[in-house]
T-cell receptor
Framework: GAGVSQSPSNKVTEKGKDVELRCDPI?????LYWYRQSLGQGLEFLIY????????KSGLPSDRFSAERTGGSVSTLTIQRTQQEDSAVYLC????????????FGSGTRLTVV | QQPVQSPQAVILREGEDAVINCSSS?????VHWYRQKHGEAPVFLMI?????EQKGHEKISASFNEKKQQSSLYLTASQLSYSGTYFC?????????????FGKGTHLIIQP
């Protein structure tokens, strides 16, 4: 596609529910990243995929968070048993080649846990 | 360790120049610069790699001092469209497996 697409754009969920966030990167971009941005804050790195594999999952905030990427394309970030502190904008980005080119970010999913 | 950006905020008149600094306590492989407008996604401005290579797609310039672990972004003859929050992201691993560690941002306001 022309850009990085994320869905849903907004999600309001009740505390304790599971949510799934989707990212569709730019076609041909091998690297895919998830970041989290809390209100007025910088971007917090969550996880990186090279192809379908994530070399290091230590950036995920807790074991309630998981992510996968299939077919070297679409990625999903799943948050189980959501908590209020999970409320943030979740941004996905893709890059033509990790470490060499800049990121193209999606518009993000604004998650609100009530 | 999160890089430190300075200044935290700056207000300029259209046409004035600005310098935004990014300093890290860790050795750097690469520095990325992004601009984010309110309610929008960050937009890539420039990547500076160890060894001096630069890649960007806007009329801006930047420096990368590997020894001092610092980078600076230079905005000359600022335009109203330059307003936004500027983030630097540093990558010991080249922004690959380690991702980037972003600073808290510099808020830039350009007034007519």
């Amino acid at each position: 596609g022309a850009g990085v697409s994320q869905s849903p754009s907004n999600k309001v969920t009740e505390k304790g529910k599971d949510v799934e966030l989707r990212c569709d990167p730019i076609s041909g971009h091998t690297a895919l990243y998830w970041y989290r941005q809390s209100l007025g804050q910088g971007l917090e790195f969550l996880i990186y995929f090279q192809g379908n594999s994530a070399p290091d999952k230590s950036g995920l905030p807790s074991d309630r968070f998981s992510a996968e990427r299939t077919g070297g394309s679409v990625s999903t970030l799943t948050i189980q048993r959501t908590q209020q502190e999970d409320s943030a904008v979740y941004l996905c980005a893709s890059s033509l080649e990790a470490g060499v080119y800049g990121y193209t970010f999606g518009s993000g999913t604004r998650l609100t846990v009530v | 360790q999160q890089p430190v950006q300075s200044p935290q905020a700056v207000i300029l008149r259209e046409g004035e120049d600005a310098v935004i600094n990014c300093s890290s306590s860790k050795a750097l492989y690469s520095v990325h610069w992004y601009r984010q407008k309110h309610g929008e996604a960050p937009v890539f401005l420039m990547i500076l790699l160890k060894g001096g290579e630069q890649k960007g797609h806007e009329k801006i310039s930047a420096s990368f001092n590997e020894k001092k672990q610092q980078s600076s972004l230079y905005l000359t003859a600022s335009q109203l469209s330059y307003s936004g929050t500027y983030f630097c992201g540093t990558g010991p691993g080249g922004g690959g497996a380690d991702g980037l560690t972003f600073g808290k941002g510099t808020h830039l306001i350009i007034q007519p």
